[in-house]
C-alpha cells in the first residue's frame, strides 16, 4: 500500500517530467502502430490477394517452320490439355499480321505535320494489323481483354466471316455484309483471303472514359474470324502463331499440370509461362509501401531504445538527491524500483491508450497517402493492363487498415520493450548508487 501511494505522490509532484515521458512515449507507440499497422495490413492484403489471383499458364509455339509436322500440336491435343483435372478452363487465340491492298489503315497515332517552305506534309506511323481467330466464347473474352466490345452484329462467326473496328468501317465505308481482302505473308509467299463482315466492334466506354483510347487505337486494324478460318490458311504456319491460355484451379497445380502435358505429347520445343510476373508487378506499389512501413518499423525500434536509454541515464541524475533522502528515512531500493514502475506503468497505458485511438482515425489517410506515392514512383501500370493482362484488374487505390491479434501482440510487445528499456537503466542506476559518493561528488560541486 506504501509502494502506490508513494507512486501517484510522485506523479503528482514530478508532473511534467512524466509529461515529458508521456510524450515520448506517446509518439514512439504511435508510430509503432501505424508502421506495424501498415506493414501487416499490407502483407495480409498481399496474401489475400493471391490466394483469388487467377493463374494463367501460357504455351508458346517455337518457329512452327522449323519444326516437323509431327511436332506441331493440334487442336485436339490442345484441348486434351485443356481436359485436365486441373484446369478450369481455356482459351485459344490465333495470331498473324496481315496488310490491305486496297483499303486504309487506321494510323496508331494521332498525324502529325512536318512544314517545309509553303507545302505541309501529313504523315502518320506505320500502322499495324493482325488476324486473331478464336471461338465465339473466346473471341469474346479477347476482346473484353483488350477493352473492346461489339457494337454490331454477332460473336458467332461462320466460316470467311469476320469482325472488324467499326473505326476501321467507317474509314473504309464498310458495312455488314460487305467483302474484304486481307494478305499474309510467309516464306516469301503471299496468300490472299476475301472475308465477309459479320460485325463490328469499339472501345467500351470505360476505355473511351480513362483516356486509353489512343493505346486501343493501336488495335484497330484487327480483324476477327473463327479460329477454323485462320487455321485453313497455308501461310498461317510460317507468319502466325498460336496463344493458348489454361486458368489453373490453383497454383500449387502447376507442376502437377505440367508433368500431365508432357505426358500427354507436349513437344520439348514449346516454351511454357504464367501470368505470375503480372502478379508481381501489380501488387508492386502495395509490397513497396510494406517494405517502406518495416524499415520505419525496425528504425522506432532500434532508435526509439536508445533514444529512451539516453534520456533514462539523463533523468536519473536529477534523481540522486531524491533517491538519497529516501533511503536516509528507510526506504528500500526495492521499494523505490516497485515505486518507480508503477509510475511508468501508469504513464505508458495512458500514452497506449491514446495513441490507439489516434492511430484508428489516422492509419489509414497516412496508407493511402503513401500508397498514392507509391503507385506514382513505380508508373501508372494501369492502363498498360487494361491492354495486355491475361484478366481486367481494378486498380488498387487503398488497402483495408486491420489491427489483428497478431499485430495488437506485436505493438504491445515493442510498447512493453520500451517500457523494459527504462526500467532496466533506473533499476542497474538504483542498486549501483552509493550515497557516499554522491555526497562527495556534490561537495566537489559545491
Not at 477454323?228 to 507468319?239: C, G, I, N, R, V
Request: hydrophobic share 40%; net charge neutral; aromatic share 12%.
Amino acid at each position: 500500500m506504501f509502494v502506490f501511494k508513494h507512486a501517484f505522490l510522485n506523479l503528482r509532484r514530478h508532473i511534467w517530467n512524466y509529461l515529458l515521458v508521456g510524450v515520448m512515449l506517446f509518439l514512439l507507440i504511435f508510430g509503432t502502430m501505424v508502421t506495424n499497422t501498415i506493414y501487416s495490413s499490407a502483407k495480409l492484403f498481399t496474401k489475400n490477394y493471391s490466394k483469388q489471383f487467377k493463374t494463367i499458364v501460357t504455351i508458346l509455339e517455337p518457329d512452327l517452320s522449323n519444326l516437323t509436322h509431327e511436332k506441331k500440336l493440334t487442336k485436339e491435343q490442345y484441348i486434351k490439355f485443356g481436359e485436365s483435372k486441373y484446369i478450369n478452363g481455356m482459351k485459344m487465340i490465333g495470331t498473324t499480321p496481315i496488310s490491305f491492298d486496297t483499303l486504309k489503315a487506321i494510323p496508331s497515332s494521332f498525324p502529325f505535320q512536318n512544314v517545309k517552305g509553303i507545302e505541309s506534309e501529313e504523315h502518320y506511323d506505320q500502322a499495324t494489323a493482325n488476324w486473331i481467330g478464336a471461338e465465339s466464347a473466346d473471341l469474346v473474352k479477347e476482346l473484353t481483354e483488350s477493352g473492346m466490345e461489339i457494337s454490331a452484329g454477332s460473336n458467332v462467326l461462320k466460316h470467311n466471316e469476320c469482325l472488324v473496328n467499326s473505326e476501321f468501317a467507317q474509314l473504309n465505308q464498310l458495312k455488314i455484309g460487305d467483302s474484304i481482302q486481307v494478305f499474309l505473308t510467309g516464306n516469301e509467299k503471299k496468300e490472299k483471303q476475301t472475308l465477309v463482315i459479320a460485325g463490328m466492334y469499339q472501345p467500351n466506354k470505360q476505355v473511351q472514359a480513362s483516356g486509353t483510347s489512343q493505346l486501343a487505337r493501336a488495335k484497330g486494324n484487327d480483324i476477327f474470324t473463327n479460329w477454323e478460318t485462320l487455321d485453313a490458311m497455308k501461310e498461317f504456319d510460317y507468319s502466325g502463331y498460336n496463344s493458348v491460355s489454361y486458368e489453373l484451379k490453383s497454383a500449387d497445380m502447376l507442376d502437377e499440370f505440367l508433368k500431365e502435358m508432357k505426358a500427354n505429347g507436349l513437344p520439348s520445343e514449346y516454351q511454357v509461362m504464367t501470368n505470375e510476373a503480372n502478379m508481381k508487378l501489380f501488387l508492386n506499389p502495395i509490397n513497396g509501401l510494406g517494405t517502406l512501413a518495416g524499415t520505419i518499423l525496425l528504425g522506432f525500434l532500434i532508435f526509439g531504445n536508445f533514444g529512451l536509454a539516453l534520456f533514462s541515464i539523463r533523468k536519473f541524475k536529477q534523481r540522486q538527491t531524491e533517491i538519497y533522502v529516501f533511503r536516509s528515512i528507510g526506504i528500500t531500493n526495492q521499494q523505490i524500483i516497485k515505486s518507480r514502475a508503477i509510475e511508468l506503468v501508469i504513464v505508458t497505458c495512458v500514452s497506449f491508450s491514446l495513441a490507439f485511438v489516434a492511430v484508428k482515425e489516422f492509419v489509414q489517410p497516412i496508407a493511402d497517402w503513401q500508397l498514392g506515392n507509391q503507385r506514382r514512383l513505380t508508373g501508372n501500370i494501369d492502363q498498360l493492363f487494361s491492354l495486355v493482362a491475361s484478366e481486367k484488374k481494378e486498380s488498387i487505390t487503398s488497402i483495408p487498415m486491420v489491427i489483428d491479434a497478431n499485430s495488437f501482440i506485436t505493438i504491445f510487445g515493442i510498447t512493453s520493450l520500451f517500457l523494459i528499456t527504462i526500467m532496466s537503466i533506473d533499476c542497474y542506476k538504483v542498486f549501483k548508487f552509493e550515497s557516499i559518493e554522491f555526497l562527495l561528488e556534490r561537495k566537489l560541486d559545491e
